[in-house]
């Protein structure tokens, strides 16, 4: 006996999306999240935040159907929970305040989302440099809002945040961003397409109309980000767009090149990814039902491949009728038919991705530092070392955190893998997936013996 | 010395809680993180690293580990993902972790 039919790891829109259906069609369904309230990122408190702070906009306020739909199901949710290795017999291991669980099912879903892209500039490490999704947390979870901050990269987050600040009456003194013409003419093709999409275009559009009208400087192609520490604890960011060199005094830089999938858990299992051009990263491998290699474990959202929250949403249901189809609830053909609406809805919401993809582009600086730049923030490790290291050894990943340390940090990789793969592409090398061992996330040696105390759980 | 919030003044209204943060009492929104408490308290480093460089809070969704902090004794404490309680003692760590109670540099 299991303890569920299906377990989720992650409570963002794919993950609650999914945990719904399954619950509605009479599965047992386990929801865990490190979180402490089911949301996501995007979705972030939202059951919590009916005070006012309409700034956050009302895509934001969208989750809460989901959150609320969620607390009505019949959905065992277990939050604040960090999920640190799963066995191939669908045991999933979990920690929560230093003490360590195992719960089993049939079907295990991924569901664990994104994150900020790592965007290495010289000085990306000081206090007072933070991601702009990291500012986006802080005003939903806490009411802390940025002050004089500048917005520094591209992506459609930073002209969101730009404008939940503005309307909060707090604007960045600049947006500072590293998309160019080149991209914007690339992006161009794929345009058409994006059409499709036309209501989150025109949501984009309205972004930056609303940044134009509020008169905060933008720049455009800028380059050589450089954040450096003043006496008073401010910084000096400095860029160069075209000839000129810019620099600004501010107590924060929030910096964004877009997400990322998160993808710890699904390579911890062995399962096969690989390297995509258009979003810089490795992606596992997945059929139109978000299948893995391993029929009982599924990925939905955007830990498959950046979509957003609505693809998210539609990639989650879709999962769950597989897993209802492979426990014998659905028939093939009732499988199929229920996707109907959920697919078009995957497709309308995925055609403004190569779009968004080619015009939001992160600049080679930052995919594939150089000089003094740290790439391993934990091991403290500059991209110069990671250089040499790859021109001496002239090996792959493993070579390079054998040889250096990096990646063998607490965050396991997670800040300096993706750079690593730059500089490894930068220097005409192929794309090497990076191993992930469990536990996928630090936990003491001690919450590790107690596990051994107690009796395994039933198999 | 302690520098002002790289953020903006919060309005009161919220309940509240009080911690200390190396011995000082730093007053904290019932809901914060206790990452989000540190940078709502001061623009100071949260920690300085092994080879003594300063770093606070980066991306705030546990994923770079950049807000470890002592929180009740334990080390190592991911800021960021822990909740802020009444009475928390909250300790920065500066340069190596020592083991089993030895100061590394010792």
Known sequence: MTDADLIIIGAGPAGMAAAISASEAGAKVILLDEQQSAGGQIYRNVGSNHD??????????????LVEALSRSNVKCEFGTTVWRIEDDLRVVWSRDGVSNISSARHVLLATGAQERPAPFPGWELPGVMTAGAAQILMKSSRLLAKDAVLAGSGPLLYLVAVQLIKAGTPPIAIV????????????????????????????????????KSGVSRYTSAKDFQAVQNDDGQLTFSFRTRKRVHQLVTPLVLSHQGVVSSTHISRSLGLAHEWNLSQQAFLPIVDKWGRTKNSRIHIAGDGAGIGGARAAIASGRIAV??????????????????????????????????????????????LAPS?????????????????????????????????????????????????????????????????????IKPISLGELASLAERPSTKS | MKRDSRFKERQEGVETVQMTLDGDIMTAQIGDSVAAAILAYSANPSRHTAMGSPRAAYCMMGVCFDCLVEVDGRPNVQGCMTLVREGMVLRRQNGLRPISGVQADD
């Open chain 1, 52 to 65: 006012g702070r309409s700034f956050l906009g009302e895509e934001y306020f969208e989750g809460l159907k």
């Open chain 1, 371 to 439: 000089g003094e730049t740290l790439v391993c923030r934990c091991e403290e490790i500059g991209a110069s070392t990671i250089r040499q290291t790859l021109n001496q050894s002239g090996l792959g990943p493993r070579q390079i955190k054998s040889s250096t340390r990096s990646g063998m940090g607490p965050c396991q990789g997670r800040m300096c893998e993706l750079p690593i793969q730059g500089i490894l592409s930068s220097c005409g090398k192929k794309h090497l997936l990076p191993k992930v061992r469990t536990p």
């Open chain 1, 321 to 366: 009728l597989d897993m209802l189809f492979q426990l014998g609830k659905l028939s093939d053909d009732q499988r199929n038919q229920s996707s109907t609406a959920d697919r078009a809805l995957l497709r309308q919401s995925l055609a403004i991705r190569p779009f968004l993809d080619a015009l939001y582009y992160p600049p080679k600086e930052i």
């Open chain 1, 177 to 212: 961003e590293t998309q160019t013409m080149k991209n914007a003419f690339k992006a161009s093709r794929y345009l058409p397409r994006a059409m499709l999409a036309s209501k989150m275009l025109a949501k984009g559009m309205e972004l930056l109309r609303y940044i134009r």
